[in-house]
């Protein structure tokens, strides 16, 4: 199954669980950019605000043709919500994509109603979801995590 991992992060813990599932996978691997600044304090407070607003935002031109692959892994972190980045990449490529997984880092709790959100934005019911604590990626847990999570992928 020829596999894409398509993440956002904003502070680098979403990219590191994106290449540890493409490094396991031995899947390509694309980060969604944001064309608006979201470093510093300020960008999270904006970011949280656009996440709950359920803005979208613009975003660079991916290089991956989506056609090309059988699953897509979306990945980002939970800014209440959504970040908008993810919001305004599923909007502009639902109808390039066949099958989803997703996964999500978080400081705290909600991924629930982000993965339910993503379900509904991309017409596609996951065939699998992680969740992923910051404390899980600091002590090096979210390895195991992802091994379980591929896994499930698998048939």
Same mark, same amino acid.
């Given at each position: ?70 699953? !897509? ?15 305004? @990449? $599923? *909007? /502009?490529? =639902? ?36 969740? !992923? ?15 379980? @999570? $591929? *896994? /499930?992928? =698998?048939?």
């Amino acid at each position: 199954m020829k596999t894409l991992c398509v993440y956002y992060s904003r502070t680098g813990n979403t990219r590191k669980v994106a290449e540890e599932i493409a490094t396991i996978l031995h899947s390509e691997i694309e980060e969604i950019i944001d064309k608006k600044n979201r470093s510093g304090v300020m960008g999270w407070i904006l970011g949280g605000r656009d996440g709950m607003g359920k803005k979208l935002t613009k975003i660079e031109k991916i290089k991956s043709d989506l056609l090309v692959y059988d699953l !897509i892994i979306l990945g980002c972190p939970i800014w209440v919500s959504l970040p908008p980045a993810m919001r305004a @990449f $599923i *909007k /502009e490529q =639902k109808q390039n994509v066949k099958k989803v997984a997703f996964f999500c880092t978080m400081g705290g709790s909600g991924y629930q109603n982000m993965f339910q959100e993503m379900e509904l934005l991309s017409e596609r019911a996951p065939i699998a979801t992680i969740a !992923i604590t910051d404390k899980e990626i600091q002590t090096g847990k979210y390895k195991s995590i992802v091994a379980e @999570f $591929i *896994k /499930e992928m =698998k048939p």
